[in-house]
């Protein structure tokens, strides 16, 4: 059964560094989405990415946070300058129609 | 604004049914659903329901929403160890993306 896979699965950075988190989702789905999850919080929603560009980002996505589809395949989450208070569980997810979103396992950001 | 609440904890013995609940605000949502985690592991989609449905039968999970209270519930029939896992429902807004409760970790106790 085809799925979302992300990499790394796990990444320690340290604060002020850039990250870029790396997804590929599902291979005819068209809808890509980041979420997040701090711990002990609930899953967040980053930003949506239909048709080549954004079609909705958060409060929390700012100008640290940027998305792309470099190819075909992957869809990326970069953060420019990493803070602390980025630490979280990062998952994508992707969607053939609008309704079913699937996500990945998550890449566990730490920043220290 | 939007939000999803959940209770946080659920325990059951192996064979009873589980009933894990959900309240949600935005009642322009179109579609409700119900992810599991496990340890280590992302969201598995378990079901979804439409919004002008009141009911979804899927194996031993049954989905009830009561659009007027804005409450979901998941019935998860016969649990078992393997059931064990954090249920996250979520609701889905005009513009596709997901509005998650807190999750509810369900114990099933053999």
């Known amino acids: 059964e085809p799925e979302v896979t992300q990499t790394p699965s796990h990444q320690v950075t340290q604060m002020g560094q850039e990250v870029i988190l790396r997804c590929v989702p599902i291979?005819?789905?068209?809808?890509f989405y980041w979420y997040r999850q701090i711990l002990g919080q609930k899953v967040e929603f980053l930003v949506s990415?239909?048709?080549?560009?954004?079609?909705?980002k958060s409060e929390i996505f700012d100008d640290q946070f940027s998305v792309e589809r470099p190819d075909g395949s992957n869809f990326t989450l970069k953060i420019r300058s990493t803070k602390l208070e980025d630490s979280a569980m990062y998952f994508c997810?992707?969607?053939?129609?609008?309704?079913?979103?699937?996500f990945g396992p998550g890449t566990r950001l730490l920043v220290l | 604004g939007e939000d999803v609440e959940q209770s946080l904890f659920l325990s059951v013995r192996e064979g009873d049914s589980s009933v894990i609940n959900c309240t949600y605000t935005d009642s322009s949502s179109t579609y409700l659903y119900w992810y599991k985690q496990e340890p280590g592991a992302g969201l598995q989609l378990l079901t979804y329901i439409f919004s002008n449905m009141d009911m979804k039968q899927d194996q031993r999970l049954t989905v009830l929403l009561n659009k007027k209270d804005k409450h979901l519930s998941l019935r998860i029939a016969d649990t078992q160890t393997g059931d064990s896992a954090i249920y996250f429902c979520?609701?889905?807004?005009?513009?596709?993306?997901?509005?998650f409760g807190q999750g509810t970790t369900l114990q099933v106790k053999p």
């Open positions: 979520a609701e889905r807004g005009d513009t596709g993306k997901l509005i």
């Open positions: 990415f239909y048709n080549n560009e954004i079609s909705e």
């Open positions: 997810a992707s969607s053939e129609v609008a309704e079913t979103q699937y």
């Open positions: 291979s005819n789905h068209l809808y």
